[in-house]
């Protein structure tokens, strides 16, 4: 029998891809599309900026010449394998073992090469595509800066590709084994490991970066020890390191073919193993992946704690925060991340802690204020992507029971009100943990302590509400799988837009602080202006339009939805 | 009890309802038929407020479903064709949750809750979670839901669907007590026999307009149709002859 091709067996993806182009246009989306292309750009723009910056003072160093950029760029690229794997074995669960035109594909005589090509090709599309888009700005600050000409951008795809493919094999093969490993439906276990993995695989990252000691070249015997340390491959048998010895090979006009072999015939490798394992052990998976789901017990407990302290809500609102508290906590995709969460924000303390500031007075007061401050544009993008990942798909997980919500007499304000504090209390206590640990740790003063706690609070209002908005103005009710949802692309918009936030309220609030500094630095009493104060009211201003203006868009766009 | 004026909604230039108009009053087992894409469920998601008519009106017992959405509803139990409810809950919490909806608490949801359950053989699932329930489960759970807070009428899309024979008997009955004792039942099914001996009046509906509407003898007398079984007059109002083209194409196959 003639086995259909593999773009007639991605067909579907493809065709649906477009008719969502489509009706995105219809439904006045080019407003939208304007929207999109300004904050991309402008957040394009503003990475290839600072990078821009940062490899044309580096390049200027006599003695280290490219080395230093060839590090970084060896760094980023590890760290985009890492998220790439971690996001391929998520996005390998649905596209192979959950999703909807499984039943059609595997009932038919499709043969499992082509099965395997055309899922893999699917998880590689879904779990990448930022993760490339992401690279555009920065490859082209390094073309620039080395002036790698016109060619440059050809020769960069073909040695990102390759990097792109060995991470969605790694990825398909960890979910095949997994799910062969462990019974049916047993997602939670599945996650939870995947969970820890990638907990694990933070931290493996971070020591092999060793980041401190880039950080401090003092501490090496001399400046040869530090440039054989930046000679040596970071992580040598990694597609990473060899995509950027390739491209820094190139941008060196030292042309070298070895490293892009080696990425090219590593892929191809990959690909033919990965299709072996697929063939040996996708039937019984996929078989075990259909059995029944677990029974489940009573549970009795959210209603006795949660219920009991809500008792002085209305009804339909205490139920509706029950009810969204005990999905989270039965729907094993969502509460394994918190163990990933939990382990980030030790990591997180730890390197604070182990910052190297205090090696001198009043340099150390310096650097103590700055990092504090630091620490809140930092908070609050942590504090985005949990936003991201917990409360941006919250109106989306809502979508095939919308049917109930909607011919219920709820008031749809009841239904936001509940998603936003479900989220945002837990998101808040979170802030105030890292802002305030990170200060008690770095012994601010209680005036920078205020600050960057009643900062937090109100970026964590807005944040949560921008999450919420834009994970309703964007929803995915078709989405199988939670954790793929902020991978959309309004999950994009949303990270954008957050950032352009704490860009602009960092920089109201940056000449406030530097009054502070300055005034501490020179031994003044440090006083409250009244430029100080038009400074708080204008980023308290932002956070609360940023708070409830969203809001107010997500109540309409609410309204507006049809099933 | 159930009034529609005018009823319209375009998906882009596609005309999915035409301006229909109906009037099913209290104590009246109403069955909307038509073939596959006619518009029944369009219509019926309107009448619950899910969908927004492009134009016309819904009065549920007065009040517009669009202008006083809450008033109206709490009068409404609806029961959709595709059972989607929260996988995660156990049928008994699915239960407390919707009557919670209906601003309903407290012991007598409870009761009600042990009830309903007892009535649809689901007593010994009700600490499971909806995952665990098969497709006819599921439905009896939500007709379940539909019915917690008492409604004075219900909608129901396809209500037979995924039901085993015996809970297909005893939703009939539930239907038969319900307009008996002054509710109103409109449903779309596809189950002409259901249909026949279920309601007290009838529409049919084609491509988003009702071709035909009343009793069964009405609907027969106005298109003098004789003594022809439902199923006849259906086909001979919704296209009969490619019915017996098609049977003509599958019969070359063989």
Known sequence: MKQPSLAHV???????????????????????????????????AGVFWVLYRILSALRAVQELGPLIPGKILGLILLSFISILVLSNVITALSSFFLAKDLDLLVSAPVDWLRLYLA????????????????????LSAYGVVFKGGVLFAPYAVLAIVPMLIVPA??????????????????????????????AAGVILLFRMIRPEQLARPEGFRNLLDFVILLRGPTSPFLPSEWASQAIMGYLRH?????????????????????????????????????????????????????????????????EFVLKDIKLFFRDTTQWSQLILLAVLVVVYLFNIQALPLRRGEPVGFFYVNLV????????????????????????????????????????????????????????????LILTGVTNALLEVSTFMMILSLATMTALTLAISALALTFGTLYPQFETENAAQIPTSFGGLVFMMATIALLAAVLILLSRAVY??????????????????????????????????LPLRMALRKMEAFEF | MIRLENLTKLYGSFVAVDDISLHVPRGVLFGCLGPNGAGKTTTLRMIAGILRPTQGRVLLGGDDVHVNPLSAKMRLGFIPDRPFVYD?????????????????????????????????????????????????????LIISSALIHRPECIVVDEPMVGLDPKAARLLKDIFRQFVEKGGTVLMSTHTLEVAEAMCDQIAIIQHGKIVAAGTVSDVRRQHKAGDASLEELFLKLTGGAQVRELAEVLGGMA
Request: a positive charge; one cysteine or more.
């Open chain 1, 515 to 548: 009054t502070y500094v300055r005034a501490a630095w020179d031994g003044h009493v440090v006083g409250i202006t009244l430029e100080m104060i038009v400074l708080f009211a204008l980023a308290a201003a932002l956070c609360t339009a940023a708070t409830m």
């Open chain 1, 119 to 138: 899922k893999l090709g699917e998880t590689l599309v879904h779990s990448s595509w930022m993760v490339a888009l992401m690279a555009i700005p920065i």
């Open chain 1, 10 to 44: 991605l067909q579907p993806k493809w065709r649906t891809a477009l008719q969502r182009l489509r009706e995105e246009r219809a439904s006045g989306g080019t407003g939208k599309l304007a929207i999109l292309v300004m904050v991309g750009g402008a957040f394009w």
């Open chain 2, 88 to 140: 995660k809950l156990t049928g008994a919490e699915f239960l407390r949750f919707v009557a919670g909806l209906y601003g309903q608490e407290g012991d007598t949801v409870g009761r009600r809750i042990a009830e309903l359950l007892e009535v649809f053989e689901l007593t010994s699932w009700q600490d499971e979670l909806v995952e665990a329930y098969s497709h006819g489960m599921r439905q009896k």
């Open chain 1, 372 to 431: 504090s401050f630091l620490n809140l544009g930092l908070a609050g993008f942590v504090l985005a992507s949990i936003a991201a990942r917990f409360i941006f798909p919250a109106v989306s997980l809502e979508g095939r029971q919308m049917w109930l919500l909607r011919s219920s007499p709820l008031d749809l304000r009841a239904l936001l009100w509940s998603k936003y504090w479900v989220g945002t209390v837990p998101l808040l206590v979170l802030g």
């Open chain 1, 169 to 198: 094999v790694i990825g398909c093969a960890i979910t095949l084994i997994l799910v062969n490993i462990f019974p049916a439906r047993r997602t939670r276990d599945l996650l939870s490991i995947i969970a820890l993995g990638a």
């Open chain 1, 254 to 318: 030292e042309l070298d073919p070895f490293p892009l072999i080696m990425l090219w015939t590593t892929a191809i490798a990959f690909v033919t193993f990965g299709a072996l394992l697929h063939r040996a052990l996708y039937p019984q998976g996929f078989t075990k992946a259909q059995e029944g789901a677990e029974r489940f017990i009573r549970g009795g407990l959210w209603r006795w704690t949660v219920g009991s302290l809500l008792a002085w809500l209305p009804v339909a609102k205490r």
